[in-house]
């Protein structure tokens, strides 16, 4: 069917900036933003562009939205720059296996903080494109969790693990001296029985010899 080929082309390309989308950084640092894709059905002149606060990528953007931009001939070529901050620097690349795009934002300010989209254009898949998109927080510093809760959590979870095991030890011990003094008793009484048998089998033999001879 049309409509499913087309569904297929459209998932072909795929965009990626890694296993969680928000980065933290320091002001007056630099930060890397991730970018990968993948397509199955290769690429030719593959135009890809970072956008700033950008929610409309379909559309022409002004110039400060645009953050960088670039082509890619094909599998064996690298990028090539058509427009950039000059503050950001690209650090990818896509003659090795990745299709790396990623790229660097140097010196950043509290008002680079929000939200990046890299998107690529694959004119190979009949202008397929896809996109996604990573959160910037930027912070004076970085602030180290507090880990004292956690560690008392830890530690009355331990300590309620250890008595539990103490416990279980307890009750073992316990159930075995149980079961050895039952064990005896049992042997006491096993023997007590043998030693009244005994005792009456005795008696009944020296009741027959003190019986008097029948006449």
């Known amino acids: 069917l049309p409509g499913l080929h087309v569904l297929a082309i459209a998932f072909a390309l795929e965009v990626s900036v890694g296993k969680t989308n928000t980065v933290m950084a320091l002001n ?24 700033f606060n950008s929610t409309e990528l379909l559309t022409p953007h002004p110039a400060p939205l645009q953050i960088y931009h670039g082509k890619i001939k094909n599998k064996a070529t690298e990028p090539t720059l058509v427009a950039r901050n000059p503050r950001v620097d690209f650090v990818g690349s896509t003659t090795k296996k990745d299709n790396n795009i990623s790229i660097v934002l140097r010196n950043v300010e509290f008002s680079d903080a929000g939200k990046y989209t890299c998107h690529v254009k694959n004119p190979k898949e009949k202008n397929a494109q896809h996109n996604a998109t990573i959160f910037l927080t930027v912070v004076q510093k970085m602030v180290e969790t507090d880990n004292t809760v956690t560690l008392i959590i830890v530690g009355v979870v331990g300590g309620l693990i250890g008595l539990l095991i103490l416990f279980m030890l307890i009750k073992r ?16 009484l096993v023997s007590s029985s043998g030693n009244d048998n005994t005792e009456n089998g005795l008696a009944g033999s020296k009741a027959e010899q003190k019986a008097p001879p029948k006449a």
């Open 28 to 51: 007056n640092s630099d930060v890397l933003l991730p970018c990968v894709f993948a397509t199955c059905m290769g690429f030719q002149d593959l135009v890809f562009t970072w956008y």
């Open 173 to 188: 011990v316990v159930l075995f001296i149980i079961k050895k003094t039952q064990d005896g008793k049992k042997e006491c």
